[in-house]
């Protein structure tokens, strides 16, 4: 066995040595000052002074949440959203108190900054630094070693989009334009006299044509291909000009998706021939490097960091003519120029005890976890065979095939079917191993009770593509030992990219491991950078060059191997299954569209159907589900009430009334991610009566580890929530035959 993967006890699963430790940046009891406990008992009695009381306490926790716009937390702010940061709140404690609607919006914005700061386990910057913890063979469940600050270092990283952006102005300079190198977009194939494209009708091309493009390899510059073939460079650019119009040719300077974009811009600048030319782009770059670096130096310091950030959006203003923000309000847009990267200063490691308290349970769910993607599998092969046998003949072009397969595998605002027919399956088995008893609100099973049901209900299904053998389970830790199930996400290796390899002692065995799990058998579908979910730090993922290669449209987002042409692979009936060839190579269907597929299922994991409660389920000493409650909308009458007071003593009637927790998490359809809830703050519970008067349904999950059951401290002593997101590997070996040509 590779020594990056450890046994998970007798189980036949095995995990990665190495874990990533996600935490908050601020400590959990920064939220705790928003509560009001002596205004819940009021409520609860109903005490007739409690109008009095509630404004009272509606002043004071006002004044707690403006306290809470320190420098530390304006500046977390300023590097996320400083357009608000420089509009408002750096000087919210001077606002009109009396333009009361106002102010009620702006006191909730600062509440919902302030409970994600506090108690969402993220990965960026220092308000969710990120640290790799180790399982070692030690006695001790847990060992840490807190270091002085809450980070170690923070550097500040270019968004490609911003560095492609002054790549495109550069590119554009008379200048620099013969110093180009083109190359032919990576999805289209000449083929004989015509320029084949996945999307389009072919170009017809004549032998100069041919020539030129043979030429097209992204390692000459126009000026020598022009002296190559005795033609004018200008000639030679203005044929270039109309194929990269059509797509089928990249001429410019960007560079892949990367974590240091600038690096790769700075070494192509370096290689222009022309001495003059090559200074003036280099100083255009030094330009912005440099307003760059000045916002690094102001870390720490929010005015200063405002004014830096400031300065850096003006430098790219006047540099590139383009605005510095992008795709406002979306979730992981890269919305500014810069984002920092910070590592938790604490040294984590996972012993042997906690591996076994594990093992048991959490093998449990993975076997579920593989079945349940070996039963999505089987529903997309009856789903891509009916798409092969609706588009005729014997070999469809593979862009035609993914265009009518696309419904099926995209996610929008309906689950997927194959999908949804699985996980509907996966939940009457987990129903039937669980039998919970009606009305419970715990439930507790020993893993070995239910071993055999399991094995009965989940029985081992082959690992449909390559990536699908890698799952992903978010453990929670509490103070007294117990273990929490967060996300699962499956058919996914959710540490595979830039944001966690930058944090890792040792990138090449990071990169060891991801090579070893694969073994060469994965093939990968290049993304254009114009893809929504393509960002500078987590898409697409760390990329070997053991890989396979493919490619829909453009390649902008880079590769490190040989590209297959989509426009040149065709979708062919082998007997029971479906393979894609390529020339004389041969890859099955479910590997070539091995992202697209893990994308589909990678939120699938959902043992527990929807229903109006469920109980907290716990196996062993895992909780595989913490308790939930599903309400429609129009039920929570709180919410639509005028008068503040008395929703805030209703909201304390409906948690009793439905056995609600007093600290929990929200979800509504509009919201990407869960919003924290204190029944015992009034902003909070103003920011949750918001979000459910604007939605149909809400559910709530219960706060576990609760603030009092916090592991994680700093050299202050303060607690914070973290989780640890923990890499699985079935053993079995994938179900497809992989590339069948002999390499």
Same mark, same amino acid.
């Given at each position: 066995m590779s020594d990056h993967l450890v046994p998970l006890g007798?189980?036949?699963?095995?995990?990665?040595r190495d874990s990533v430790l996600r935490s908050a940046g601020f400590p959990a009891h920064r939220v705790s000052g928003l509560r009001g406990p002596d205004l819940v008992a009021r409520a609860e009695r109903g005490d007739t002074d409690f109008a009095t009381a509630f404004a009272r306490e509606r002043k004071r926790a006002e004044a707690a949440l403006v306290g809470s716009v320190d420098d530390r937390f304006l500046e977390a702010v300023t590097w996320q959203n400083p357009r608000l940061a420089?509009?408002?709140?750096?000087?919210?404690?001077?606002?009109? %108190?009396?333009?009361?609607?106002?102010?009620r919006e702006q006191l909730l914005t600062i509440a919902n900054y302030l409970q994600r700061y506090c108690l969402k386990n993220d990965s960026i910057g220092f308000f969710g630094p990120v640290v790799w913890a180790r399982w070692t063979e030690g006695a001790r469940p847990l060992v840490t070693r807190v270091g002085e600050g809450l980070s170690s270092w923070l550097h500040v990283h270019f968004e490609v989009w911003a560095i492609d952006a002054l790549a495109r102005v550069l590119a554009a300079d008379p200048g620099v334009r013969p110093w180009l190198r083109p190359r032919v977009v990576a999805s289209c194939v000449v083929n004989g006299t015509e320029l084949v494209r996945p999307h389009g009708p072919p170009l017809a091309l004549g032998e100069a044509d041919k020539v030129l493009l043979a030429r097209c390899d992204g390692t000459s510059p126009v000026l020598e291909i022009a002296r190559v073939l005795s033609r004018p460079p200008g000639e030679v650019l203005d044929a270039l000009d109309r194929w990269r119009d059509e797509g089928v040719v990249h001429l410019g300077l960007e560079g892949p998706s990367e974590s240091w974009p600038e690096r790769t811009l700075r070494a192509r600048l370096a290689a222009i021939g022309d001495a003059p030319t090559a200074a003036r782009t280099l100083g255009a770059l030094d330009e912005l490097v440099a307003a760059r670096d000045r916002v690094a130096a102001a870390a720490g310091d929010a005015t200063a960091l405002a004014r830096a950030m400031n300065d850096l959006d003006e430098t790219f203003r006047r540099l590139t003519g383009e605005a510095p923000t992008r795709r406002d309000g979306m979730t992981y847009a890269g919305r500014t120029l810069v984002y920092p990267e910070s590592r938790r200063d604490v040294d984590v490691e996972l012993g042997a005890p906690l591996l076994e308290t594990l093992s048991a349970p959490l093998g449990l769910v993975l076997d579920s976890a593989r079945w349940l993607v070996g039963r999505i599998g089987d529903h997309y092969a009856e789903v891509f065979l009916d798409v092969f046998l +609706?588009?005729?003949?014997?070999? @469809?072009?593979?862009? &035609?095939?993914?265009?009518?397969?696309? %419904?099926?595998? /995209? @996610?929008?605002?309906?689950?997927?079917?194959?999908?949804?027919?699985?996980?509907?399956?996966?939940?009457?088995?987990?129903?039937?191993?669980?039998?919970?008893p009606d009305g419970a609100r715990r439930h507790h099973l020993r893993a070995e009770d239910i071993a055999d049901l399991v094995r009965h209900e989940f029985p081992p299904l082959p690992a449909p593509w390559s990536?699908?053998? $890698? $799952?992903?389970?978010?453990?929670?830790?509490?103070?007294?030992?117990?273990?929490?199930?967060?996300?699962?996400?499956?058919?996914?290796?959710?540490?595979?990219?830039?944001?966690?390899?930058?944090h890792h002692d040792d990138p090449d065995r990071l990169m060891a491991a991801i090579d070893a799990d694969h073994a060469g058998r994965r093939t990968f579908a290049v993304p254009t950078k114009q893809w929504p979910r393509v960002n500078s730090r987590t898409y697409p993922p760390l990329l070997s060059t053991d890989y396979t290669y493919w490619c829909l449209h453009d390649d902008s987002t880079g590769a490190p191997g040989p590209v297959l042409p989509s426009a040149d692979m065709t979708v062919h009936r082998a007997g029971d299954r479906l393979v894609v060839r390529s020339g004389a190579r041969e890859l099955d269907l479910f590997e070539v569209l091995g992202e697209q597929l893990s994308f589909a299922v990678v939120?699938?994991? +959902? %043992?527990?159907?929807?229903?109006?409660?469920?109980?907290?389920?716990?196996?062993?000493?895992?909780? #595989?589900?913490?308790?939930?409650? +599903?309400?429609?909308?129009?039920?929570?009458?709180?919410?639509?009430?005028?008068?503040?007071?008395?929703?805030?003593?209703?909201?304390? &009637?409906?948690?009793?009334?439905?056995?609600? %927790? #007093?600290?929990?998490?929200?979800?509504?359809?509009?919201?990407?991610?869960?919003? /924290?809830?204190? /029944?015992?703050?009034?902003?909070?519970?103003?920011?949750?009566?918001?979000?459910? &008067?604007?939605?149909?349904?809400?559910?709530?999950?219960? #706060?576990?580890?609760?603030?009092?059951?916090?592991?994680?401290?700093?050299?202050?002593?303060?607690?914070?929530?973290?989780?640890? +997101?923990?890499?699985?590997?079935?053993?079995?070996?994938?179900?497809?035959?992989?590339?069948? $040509?002999?390499?």
């Amino acid at each position: 066995m590779s020594d990056h993967l450890v046994p998970l006890g007798e189980t036949g699963w095995r995990i990665w040595r190495d874990s990533v430790l996600r935490s908050a940046g601020f400590p959990a009891h920064r939220v705790s000052g928003l509560r009001g406990p002596d205004l819940v008992a009021r409520a609860e009695r109903g005490d007739t002074d409690f109008a009095t009381a509630f404004a009272r306490e509606r002043k004071r926790a006002e004044a707690a949440l403006v306290g809470s716009v320190d420098d530390r937390f304006l500046e977390a702010v300023t590097w996320q959203n400083p357009r608000l940061a420089r509009n408002w709140l750096h000087r919210v404690p001077t606002l009109d %108190p009396d333009n009361h609607g106002l102010r009620r919006e702006q006191l909730l914005t600062i509440a919902n900054y302030l409970q994600r700061y506090c108690l969402k386990n993220d990965s960026i910057g220092f308000f969710g630094p990120v640290v790799w913890a180790r399982w070692t063979e030690g006695a001790r469940p847990l060992v840490t070693r807190v270091g002085e600050g809450l980070s170690s270092w923070l550097h500040v990283h270019f968004e490609v989009w911003a560095i492609d952006a002054l790549a495109r102005v550069l590119a554009a300079d008379p200048g620099v334009r013969p110093w180009l190198r083109p190359r032919v977009v990576a999805s289209c194939v000449v083929n004989g006299t015509e320029l084949v494209r996945p999307h389009g009708p072919p170009l017809a091309l004549g032998e100069a044509d041919k020539v030129l493009l043979a030429r097209c390899d992204g390692t000459s510059p126009v000026l020598e291909i022009a002296r190559v073939l005795s033609r004018p460079p200008g000639e030679v650019l203005d044929a270039l000009d109309r194929w990269r119009d059509e797509g089928v040719v990249h001429l410019g300077l960007e560079g892949p998706s990367e974590s240091w974009p600038e690096r790769t811009l700075r070494a192509r600048l370096a290689a222009i021939g022309d001495a003059p030319t090559a200074a003036r782009t280099l100083g255009a770059l030094d330009e912005l490097v440099a307003a760059r670096d000045r916002v690094a130096a102001a870390a720490g310091d929010a005015t200063a960091l405002a004014r830096a950030m400031n300065d850096l959006d003006e430098t790219f203003r006047r540099l590139t003519g383009e605005a510095p923000t992008r795709r406002d309000g979306m979730t992981y847009a890269g919305r500014t120029l810069v984002y920092p990267e910070s590592r938790r200063d604490v040294d984590v490691e996972l012993g042997a005890p906690l591996l076994e308290t594990l093992s048991a349970p959490l093998g449990l769910v993975l076997d579920s976890a593989r079945w349940l993607v070996g039963r999505i599998g089987d529903h997309y092969a009856e789903v891509f065979l009916d798409v092969f046998l +609706r588009c005729g003949g014997d070999a @469809v072009p593979l862009a &035609r095939f993914l265009g009518m397969a696309t %419904p099926h595998l /995209f @996610v929008r605002s309906t689950p997927l079917r194959p999908v949804a027919r699985a996980v509907a399956e996966f939940q009457e088995k987990w129903a039937r191993v669980l039998a919970v008893p009606d009305g419970a609100r715990r439930h507790h099973l020993r893993a070995e009770d239910i071993a055999d049901l399991v094995r009965h209900e989940f029985p081992p299904l082959p690992a449909p593509w390559s990536a699908a053998r $890698h $799952h992903c389970p978010d453990i929670l830790l509490t103070a007294g030992g117990d273990v929490v199930l967060g996300e699962l996400h499956i058919a996914n290796n959710t540490v595979e990219n830039r944001v966690f390899l930058l944090h890792h002692d040792d990138p090449d065995r990071l990169m060891a491991a991801i090579d070893a799990d694969h073994a060469g058998r994965r093939t990968f579908a290049v993304p254009t950078k114009q893809w929504p979910r393509v960002n500078s730090r987590t898409y697409p993922p760390l990329l070997s060059t053991d890989y396979t290669y493919w490619c829909l449209h453009d390649d902008s987002t880079g590769a490190p191997g040989p590209v297959l042409p989509s426009a040149d692979m065709t979708v062919h009936r082998a007997g029971d299954r479906l393979v894609v060839r390529s020339g004389a190579r041969e890859l099955d269907l479910f590997e070539v569209l091995g992202e697209q597929l893990s994308f589909a299922v990678v939120n699938a994991f +959902r %043992p527990l159907g929807a229903a109006a409660h469920h109980p907290r389920v716990t196996i062993d000493r895992l909780v #595989m589900h913490r308790e939930s409650w +599903r309400f429609d909308a129009t039920d929570v009458e709180w919410v639509r009430r005028r008068d503040p007071a008395e929703r805030f003593r209703l909201a304390q &009637r409906w948690r009793l009334d439905h056995g609600l %927790p #007093m600290r929990a998490f929200y979800r509504v359809p509009a919201l990407t991610k869960p919003i /924290f809830v204190d /029944f015992g703050a009034i902003v909070l519970c103003e920011r949750m009566a918001k979000a459910v &008067r604007g939605a149909d349904r809400v559910t709530l999950t219960e #706060m576990l580890p609760d603030t009092d059951e916090l592991w994680l401290t700093d050299a202050a002593g303060d607690h914070y929530t973290a989780e640890l +997101r923990i890499v699985a590997l079935a053993q079995e070996p994938v179900q497809a035959n992989g590339d069948r $040509h002999d390499r």
